[in-house]
């Protein structure tokens, strides 16, 4: 079985500064891919960043960076330069093959101006 | 708009009633995935298909519960005699067979009255 654990219900961080959401996961699966989705009050998961287990480097993408310690089995979201419009539920999934997605409970993001 | 696209997008029912959903996957998509989100909670896997085959179901998926997937185009979940605790959100995604990226819908969120 998979599980991910996200500990930050909620958090609130100043606009333009950097935040680090934390997730770490359980698996004994030797390859399984690692993602983050944003839920915006629409509802609506929009896939934001992926990290294979074998990647050797942290996957970017713009402002999303993938903090990868597989020795730790933790998979940080990092967001630089924060803005209003990454206020949003933040989800970290586990993906073994290209079965099921296991989902964490999330974080509610809110952005201070 | 080619992305995943559910209906309806909200549905009131009273407990004792059936409902059914459509997704409609993104056109080139042979697999298809539903999962279940309640008030608070990451989204849950409850089903998915491979073309027509519907390949894994969760234990969270009650005999209340079917989901079809005729000529591996759009699907269908019906619930039969709702319950109070059905009332979620029910989304759908897609992914090609060997993809990691599961694309989502914006949802169908259901309330039993």
């Known amino acids: 079985a998979q599980k991910i654990t996200q500990t930050q219900p909620g958090m609130f961080v100043q606009e333009k500064e950097a935040v680090t959401l934390d997730c770490t996961y359980d698996?004994?699966?030797?390859?399984?891919?690692l993602f983050w989705y944003k839920q915006p009050s629409s509802g609506e998961m929009i896939f934001l960043i992926y990290?294979?287990?074998?990647?050797?480097q942290n996957a970017t993408e713009g402002r999303y960076s993938l903090n990868f310690q597989k020795a730790r089995k933790s998979a940080n979201l990092v967001i630089s330069a924060s803005q209003l419009g990454d206020s949003a539920m933040y989800f970290c999934?586990?993906?073994?093959?290209?079965?099921?997605?296991?989902f964490g409970t999330g974080t509610r993001l809110t952005i201070i101006p | 708009d080619t992305g995943v696209s559910q209906n309806p997008r909200h549905k009131i029912t009273k407990r004792g009633q059936n409902v059914t959903f459509r997704c409609d996957p993104i056109?080139?998509?042979?697999?298809l995935y539903w999962y279940r989100q309640t008030l608070g909670q990451g989204p849950e896997f409850l089903t998915y298909?491979?073309?027509?085959?519907?390949?894994?179901k969760s234990r969270l998926l009650s005999d209340r519960f079917s989901a079809e997937r005729p000529k591996g185009s759009f699907s269908t979940l019906e619930i039969q005699r709702t319950e109070q605790g059905d009332s979620a959100m029910y989304l759908c995604?897609?992914?090609?067979?060997?993809?990691?990226?599961?694309?989502f819908g914006p949802g169908t969120r259901l309330t039993v009255t």
């Open positions: 056109s080139e998509h042979n697999r």
């Open positions: 298909f491979q073309n027509e085959a519907q390949l894994e």
């Open positions: 990290q294979g287990s074998y990647d050797q």
């Open positions: 999934a586990i993906l073994r093959g290209n079965e099921k997605l296991t």
């Open positions: 698996t004994s699966d030797p390859s399984y891919g």
């Open positions: 995604a897609s992914s090609f067979q060997g993809s990691y990226e599961q694309y």
